[in-house]
């Protein structure tokens, strides 16, 4: 098989409501649910400054006031907001800690029951964002020269991982990256990252009565754990393909790429792979919607040189979404008549209710051959609304499994008492006329990876698709 050509970007998240640059945000465990205020970990302050019980109060003022002007549904889900600060707004003025403040936010948001509506701590971001950055401790901080560099450089081990069978499993080791250098290898068991076992891991999201799927949220975390600045040193407890243990230290590289320059949210690596595989199948890889003066033209190119190709594959698997606008422009070069990608409805003070359609048009020399695109579990928000939207047209075959089910359009605010607060400021409906929402894409063809599989070094999931462009199916 011939060397993928791989480029990598690191952008941070845009917060900007602005419909051109508009976000399918995914939070690392923000998702507002009721249970969110069981699992912090703040330790409870014994009062609170009359200065500080104000900017509670003024932050639950603005998070009531943003739904009630924002919320794309005038009737709020169902949702009585008028009795919901008439029950919460005096738990907030007479909490007595932080936490008990938050708690009461992320209720008044939980009587929604959607997703992407949530309070970030401006501290800790609760217990799943202690799990999620893994911060190194003290022994930690002082074997990595990165902890004394100001202006850290973002690192990179090179792994990928997957739940499947409630084993955290490598499913990928990037060429000449740490990993491979350090001896990893695809099929081994991660029983520990940063002296953390997973497992207790497991247990924390499989608590959570929220939204975001069990699979989803730990594979977010997980992924957020393997990261770093360059120059740290991570360590890791495998079991091997005989499930003998083995700890590896791994000193991150220098992620390649360049710095983007907005937002709040930890930066992301911006991954982007093209190649030819066997039969003369093209194969492009995306990690986000992010970078379209760099994503765009590299997935026109990659387009433009498989003209005459059978088939390509559209790698959307651990894709965490970006910029909707994104989708329907790839699109666009793999149809031949117009369409209508789905629709956000969306609410303002001016305009009341109204519809923004995704339109699809087709680009004079289109791709004609077959198109199959691979889904996981971590294919987040976007890159749902990029495989249903092929989906629903009958343009692709959908390979792998469900999609996270976190389609809606969101923003993140500033609170004056310092945290943030994620919410969506839009519904999205796919052509077909359904909602991604909790239920996410489903495959044509359900496949995933194995073990054994990962293990003689091989992609279960691409074959199943490169089989099928090559087939008469």
Same mark, same amino acid.
């Given at each position: ?24 945000l ?41 739904v009630k ?37 992320n ?6 029951e959607?997703?992407?509506f949530?309070?970030?701590?401006g501290?800790?971001y ?7 950055t ?18 850290p450089?973002p ?8 739940l ?22 695809? %099929?081994?068991i ?20 929220g ?14 754990r ?9 360590e ?41 595989l066997?039969?003369d ?48 422009g790839?699109?666009?070069?793999l149809?031949?008549?117009? %369409? ?9 003070a001016v305009r ?29 928000s ?8 092929l989906k629903?047209?009958?343009r692709?075959k ?6 996270a ?13 310092g ?20 239920h ?33 199916d």
């Open positions: 098989m011939p060397s993928r050509s791989t480029s990598f970007i690191t952008a941070r998240r845009t917060l900007s409501a602005a419909i051109p640059a508009t976000l399918l995914l939070g690392l465990g923000f998702n507002g649910c009721a249970s969110d205020s069981k699992i912090e970990t703040q330790s409870p302050q014994l009062s609170m400054s009359p200065e500080r019980r104000t900017q509670h109060v003024e932050s639950f003022e603005y998070i009531w006031n943003s002007d924002k919320h794309w549904d005038p009737d709020l889900n169902g949702v009585d907001w008028d009795q919901a600060r008439s029950d919460l707004l005096p738990k907030v003025q007479n909490a007595e800690s932080d936490d008990q403040a938050r708690a009461v936010m209720e008044l948001l939980a009587r929604l959607q997703s992407h949530g309070i970030i701590p501290t800790s609760d217990r799943l964002e202690e799990e999620s893994a911060a190194a401790d003290d022994d930690t901080t002082d074997n990595n020269p990165s902890s004394f560099n100001s202006d450089e690192g990179w081990t090179g792994i990928n991982t997957r499947i069978d409630n084993q955290f499993l490598v499913t990928r080791v990037m060429e000449d990256s740490p990993a491979e250098r350090a001896g990893v290898q695809t %099929g081994w991660i029983d520990s990252i940063r002296q953390r076992e997973v497992s207790s891991l497991l247990e924390v999201v499989t608590e959570i009565d939204i975001m799927r069990p699979e989803t949220q730990a594979g977010l975390i997980v992924h957020s393997l990261q770093g600045d360059a120059g740290d040193t991570i890791i407890s495998f079991l091997d393909e005989s499930n003998q243990p083995k700890d590896i230290a791994i000193t991150l590289d220098k992620a390649p790429g360049v710095m983007g320059g907005f937002g709040e949210l930890p930066e992301m690596l911006i991954e982007i792979e093209t190649d030819t066997k039969s199948i093209g194969y492009f890889r995306l990690s986000m919607f992010m970078s379209p003066g760099t994503v765009l033209p590299t997935y026109q190119q990659f387009i433009k040189d498989h003209m005459d190709s059978p088939g390509i594959v559209i790698d959307l698997r651990g894709n965490f979404g970006g910029i909707i606008l994104m989708a329907p790839m699109i666009n070069w149809i031949d008549e117009k %369409g209508l990608m789905g629709t956000m409805k969306m609410r303002d009341g209710p109204f519809e923004i359609p995704l339109m699809l048009n087709p680009r004079k020399n289109h791709y004609k051959g077959r198109v199959a695109v691979l889904i996981d579990e971590m294919s987040i976007n890159a749902e609304l990029l495989s249903a939207g629903d047209i009958g692709a959908i390979f792998g499994t469900r999609t089910g976190l389609a809606l359009p969101s923003t993140v605010d500033r609170l004056p008492n945290d943030g607060f994620q919410y969506a400021f839009a519904s999205y409906t796919t052509s077909g006329g359904y909602s991604l929402e909790v996410g894409t489903h495959p044509d063809v359900p496949v995933q990876y194995t073990r054994d599989g990962l293990l003689e070094g091989r992609d279960e999931v691409l074959e199943a698709a490169t089989d099928w462009i090559g087939s008469n």
